[in-house]
Protein backbone atom coordinates (compact mmCIF):
# COMPACT_ATOMS: atom_id res chain seq x y z
CA UNK A 1 0.00 0.00 0.00
CA UNK A 2 1.71 3.17 -0.91
CA UNK A 3 1.81 6.22 2.00
CA UNK A 4 0.68 9.25 1.36
CA UNK A 5 1.04 12.36 3.79
CA UNK A 6 -1.93 11.84 5.96
CA UNK A 7 -1.64 8.12 6.50
CA UNK A 8 2.58 8.99 7.49
CA UNK A 9 0.67 11.66 9.40
CA UNK A 10 -1.34 9.42 10.95
CA UNK A 11 1.18 6.76 11.97
CA UNK A 12 3.98 9.11 13.82
CA UNK A 13 0.60 10.50 15.98
CA UNK A 14 -0.43 6.80 16.87
CA UNK A 15 3.37 6.04 17.75
CA UNK A 16 2.96 8.83 20.43
CA UNK A 17 -0.19 8.63 21.14
CA UNK A 18 -1.56 6.49 24.54
CA UNK A 19 -4.92 6.15 25.70
CA UNK A 20 -6.19 9.48 26.93
CA UNK A 21 -3.74 11.35 25.93
CA UNK A 22 -3.72 14.02 23.52
CA UNK A 23 -1.25 13.98 20.37
CA UNK A 24 -1.24 17.84 20.89
CA UNK A 25 2.17 19.79 21.31
CA UNK A 26 1.68 23.40 23.30
CA UNK A 27 4.69 25.82 22.92
CA UNK A 28 5.79 28.27 25.00
CA UNK A 29 4.88 31.58 24.84
CA UNK A 30 8.02 33.76 25.98
CA UNK A 31 6.23 36.37 27.92
CA UNK A 32 7.88 39.81 27.39
CA UNK A 33 8.24 43.13 29.31
CA UNK A 34 5.55 45.74 28.27
CA UNK A 35 5.97 49.09 27.78
CA UNK A 36 5.25 50.70 30.93
CA UNK A 37 7.85 48.31 32.46
CA UNK A 38 10.08 49.23 30.20
CA UNK A 39 9.91 52.88 31.19
CA UNK A 40 9.54 52.54 34.81
CA UNK A 41 13.14 50.82 34.05
CA UNK A 42 14.60 53.67 32.66
CA UNK A 43 13.56 56.03 34.94
CA UNK A 44 14.73 53.72 38.17
CA UNK A 45 18.01 53.51 36.09
CA UNK A 46 18.39 57.24 35.38
CA UNK A 47 17.36 58.28 39.16
CA UNK A 48 20.42 55.73 39.94
CA UNK A 49 23.00 57.74 37.36
CA UNK A 50 21.89 60.44 38.39
CA UNK A 51 22.41 59.79 42.43
CA UNK A 52 26.22 58.49 41.32
CA UNK A 53 27.08 61.63 39.38
CA UNK A 54 25.66 63.59 42.24
CA UNK A 55 27.97 61.62 44.95
CA UNK A 56 30.92 62.13 42.50
CA UNK A 57 30.39 65.61 41.90
CA UNK A 58 30.09 66.36 46.43
CA UNK A 59 33.08 64.15 46.76
CA UNK A 60 34.99 66.29 43.58
CA UNK A 61 33.59 69.26 45.55
CA UNK A 62 34.75 68.37 49.17
CA UNK A 63 38.00 67.25 47.96
CA UNK A 64 38.53 70.82 46.24
CA UNK A 65 37.73 72.67 49.38
CA UNK A 66 40.68 70.57 51.28
CA UNK A 67 42.87 71.66 48.30
CA UNK A 68 42.25 75.02 48.65
CA UNK A 69 42.56 74.86 52.04
CA UNK A 70 45.93 73.25 52.30
CA UNK A 71 46.86 76.05 49.06
CA UNK A 72 46.43 78.71 51.08
CA UNK A 73 48.20 77.42 54.00
CA UNK A 74 50.97 76.57 52.09
CA UNK A 75 50.95 80.04 50.71
CA UNK A 76 51.07 81.69 54.10
CA UNK A 77 54.16 79.05 55.06
CA UNK A 78 56.43 80.19 52.02
CA UNK A 79 55.45 83.98 52.88
CA UNK A 80 56.50 83.61 56.65
CA UNK A 81 59.50 81.41 55.38
CA UNK A 82 60.56 84.00 53.04
CA UNK A 83 60.28 86.56 55.91
CA UNK A 84 62.04 84.43 57.98
CA UNK A 85 65.48 84.07 55.44
CA UNK A 86 65.24 87.92 55.18
CA UNK A 87 65.43 88.38 58.67
CA UNK A 88 68.52 85.85 59.15
CA UNK A 89 70.45 87.77 56.41
CA UNK A 90 70.12 90.85 58.15
CA UNK A 91 70.95 89.15 61.29
CA UNK A 92 74.07 87.62 59.68
CA UNK A 93 75.01 90.60 58.17
CA UNK A 94 75.75 92.78 61.04
CA UNK A 95 77.65 89.84 62.49
CA UNK A 96 79.55 89.31 59.90
CA UNK A 97 80.39 93.41 59.58
CA UNK A 98 81.27 93.55 63.34
CA UNK A 99 83.78 90.61 63.08
CA UNK A 100 84.94 91.00 59.38
CA UNK A 101 88.36 92.35 59.58
CA UNK A 102 88.18 95.43 57.81
CA UNK A 103 85.82 96.90 61.13
CA UNK A 104 88.25 95.66 63.63
CA UNK A 105 91.43 97.82 61.89
CA UNK A 106 89.03 100.69 61.98
CA UNK A 107 89.67 103.02 64.86
CA UNK A 108 87.19 105.30 66.72
CA UNK A 109 87.31 108.55 66.94
CA UNK A 110 85.84 111.64 69.06
CA UNK A 111 82.92 113.48 67.91
CA UNK A 112 83.47 117.22 67.59
CA UNK A 113 81.53 119.75 68.29
CA UNK A 114 81.67 121.85 65.42
CA UNK A 115 78.95 121.10 62.85
CA UNK A 116 79.39 122.74 58.93
CA UNK A 117 76.78 123.38 57.18
Known sequence: MPMTYSSSLAQSRQRYARRN??????TRVQVGLGPVSNTIILIILGCILGLLYLTQVTKT???G????????EASSLQTEHDELEVAS???QSL?????S????NMVSIAPSGIVQN
Open 21 to 26: QNVVQH
Open 101 to 104: PVAN
Open 89 to 91: ARL
Open 95 to 99: ERVKN
Open 65 to 72: YEINELRS
Open 61 to 63: NAF
